[in-house]
């Protein structure tokens, strides 16, 4: 049984930094890319953010590109979203996936307020 769990979200400051963590279990995760993904209020959730198994390969979109960085620990099967530079328009819940996996945690809500 597949599950993934999210945690490290919080409200910051516009500014401020996070790191979200992930832990997943049921599968086997050093050889499994991983995502991060953004749901805003109203919207669909997006990708943001993946790394493959070996971590050579990272991919951002283009509104986090240079201020977050995803990472992983194969040793501890968990997956990291380090965020600096934190803004109002990055609040939102966050979850993460497995690729090609249909499984999802409930997510850690982060809000980037004053």
């Known amino acids: 049984q597949v599950q993934l769990v999210e945690s490290g979200g919080g409200l910051v400051q516009p500014g401020g930094s996070l790191t979200l963590s992930c832990t997943a279990s049921?599968?086997?995760?050093?050889?499994?890319?991983m995502n991060w993904l953004r749901q805003a209020p109203g919207s669909k959730r997006e990708l943001i953010a993946a790394?493959?198994?070996?971590?050579?390969?990272?991919n951002y979109s283009g509104d986090v590109k240079g201020r977050f960085t995803i990472s992983r620990d194969n040793a501890k099967n968990t997956v990291y979203l380090q965020m600096n530079d934190l803004m109002p328009e990055d609040s939102g819940t966050y979850y993460c996936?497995?690729?090609?996996?249909?499984?999802w945690g409930q997510g850690t809500q982060v809000t980037v307020s004053t």
């Open positions: 996936s497995a690729h090609q996996i249909d499984a």
């Open positions: 790394i493959n198994g070996l971590s050579s390969i990272t």
């Open positions: 049921g599968f086997t995760f050093s050889t499994r890319r």
